[in-house]
């Protein structure tokens, strides 16, 4: 039984995840889902070739051409968000090129648009909502001869050309997954910036509890969480078996559960001075008790989900905290020594020109060491859709999904220009500049074709 587990690919590096999806030019994150899957198909006796098109910068003809001599009896493809057009493309082409296979997607969009989904790619299935146990399931019961079994969490188009229903499958117990398989993917070809290599990403927990009104979450707000001894356990075993010093946990909040984390850390901590990671988190769920933690296991950095500095943008996002009693934790993490790079996000259509001159004023106020900002966008099944119903432009495809009554100028653009631009941040991430040579001058035309063409093209969101 051969499975093709395939990261489509596209004119630029993006990134690919159930949450979302981007061009981040200095970020290339494995495809940890899709490695998730490989460990699944693995473990169900097939043979598997996870083919990362983005990472290896393979052309559509080059990555069809290698899934043809491959001769996969199952394809999978992950779906981005704002590249769904393609995508829907891609697996189109991949169904036609192996018509033996039986060909299907998951993600986000084809989660909450199954029908749709098939019926554009001409594809036969989805694996609706956490894909692991239905893929692993599938190989059995096609390796056993059923070919087109009825498993939970798959919808499948019918022999009569009708297209199934699927319920939203969430697992329970992460602990029950295998590890993802780390010796499906070459480490060297992924990293975030000022971090080496070999490189490579975990996920401690699926869902988030917040109730974030624009977010897509990992499979949804149900939260579940990977003991810490599971967690250590596939730390470890990367460490020990490819030799892997850097890291990132992609939890949508690695610090949700702080007693957790502690344990987390202790367990990390064993493995030495070695290794350097980062995390997410949000600016209520961590302090410097937390960072201290974090640091002394071998975290270099923590990405803030600080949103706006100004409430009422937060109150609208329902972000959950207030600013000022939030101030004192981010003060104590800048001072714990970790680097701070703090998201934000602008164009809300309640944000007004002073609301966003008071995130700049913030980021600038808490020295940051990065910043990543994005526009908000009213993403389909979010509380922000439903709000902002009549004042949003979407079509699946092709895909657009954006606001139609605001007007921000492109503040994204605008708040990288007044923040990395100053005298005093590039005097003060000299020297680590002067460290880094190629990643400055990686940065510095990122930055400047950045610039260029948010200017020429207000509109454009690919260049995060």
Not at 54 to 67: H, S
Not at 94 to 101: D, I, T, Y
Not at 359 to 383: D, G, H, M, N, Q
């Amino acid at each position: 039984m051969r499975i093709l587990l395939i990261n489509p690919p596209y004119r630029s590096k993006i990134v690919r995840r159930y949450v979302c999806s981007y061009n981040a030019p200095n970020f290339l994150f494995p495809p940890l889902e899709l490695m998730y899957l490989s460990a699944q198909g693995k473990a169900a006796g097939g043979e598997v070739l996870l083919l990362d098109a983005i990472a290896e910068g393979l052309t559509a003809e080059e990555a069809l051409r290698r899934a043809r001599e491959f001769r996969p009896d199952i394809a999978v493809t992950i779906m981005a968000i704002e590249y769904f057009d393609n995508d829907v493309g891609f697996l189109g082409a991949l169904k036609r090129e192996v018509p033996g296979a039986l060909a299907g997607s998951f993600g986000y969009l084809p989660s909450n648009f199954t029908a749709e989904t098939i019926e554009a790619s001409g594809s036969d299935f989805v694996l609706v909502g956490e894909p692991d146990l239905a893929l692993g399931e599938l190989v059995r019961r096609v390796a056993a001869g059923e070919e087109r079994p009825d498993i939970a969490g798959i919808a499948w188009r019918r022999e009569d050309g009708s297209i199934g229903t699927a319920e939203y499958q969430r697992i329970e117990s992460l602990d029950g997954l295998p590890y993802a398989d780390q010796s499906a993917i070459d480490h060297s070809l992924y990293g975030e910036p000022f971090f080496g290599h070999p490189y490579t990403t975990f996920q401690s927990a699926r869902g988030c509890p917040f109730p974030c009104v624009y977010c897509v979450r990992t499979f949804g707000r149900k939260l579940a969480l990977a003991s810490a001894e599971h967690v250590v356990g596939e730390v470890t075993d990367a460490v020990e078996r490819f030799g892997i010093r850097y890291f990132r946990f992609m939890d949508d909040t690695f610090t949700v559960s702080r007693k957790r984390v502690f344990e987390i850390c202790d367990g990390l901590s064993a493995l030495g001075r070695d290794i350097n990671w980062s995390c997410l988190t949000r600016p209520n769920t961590i302090d410097g008790e937390v960072a201290e933690a974090l640091r002394a296991a071998g975290c270099r950095r923590v990405y803030v989900g600080i949103e706006s500095g100004s409430q009422k943008v937060v109150d609208y996002l329902k972000r959950g905290y207030d600013l000022e009693n939030i101030m004192g934790n981010l003060e104590e993490v800048r001072r714990s020594g970790l680097e701070m790079v703090g998201w934000f996000i602008v164009g809300a259509p309640a944000e007004s020109r002073e609301d966003f001159e008071a995130s700049l004023a913030l980021a600038r106020r808490l020295k940051l060491e990065f910043i990543a900002v994005s526009t908000l966008a009213p993403y389909p099944e979010t509380e922000l859709f439903e709000l902002e119903r009549d004042n949003i432009d979407f079509s699946l495809l092709p895909y657009r999904c954006s606001f139609t009554h605001v007007d921000d100028g492109n503040r994204e653009a605008e708040f990288y220009r007044r923040y990395y631009l100053r005298p005093g941040y590039i005097i003060g991430k000299a020297g680590k500049l002067a460290r880094h040579p190629g990643e400055l001058a990686r940065s510095g035309r990122e930055f400047i074709r950045y610039a260029i063409a948010s200017r020429r093209d207000p509109n454009r969101k690919d260049l995060l």
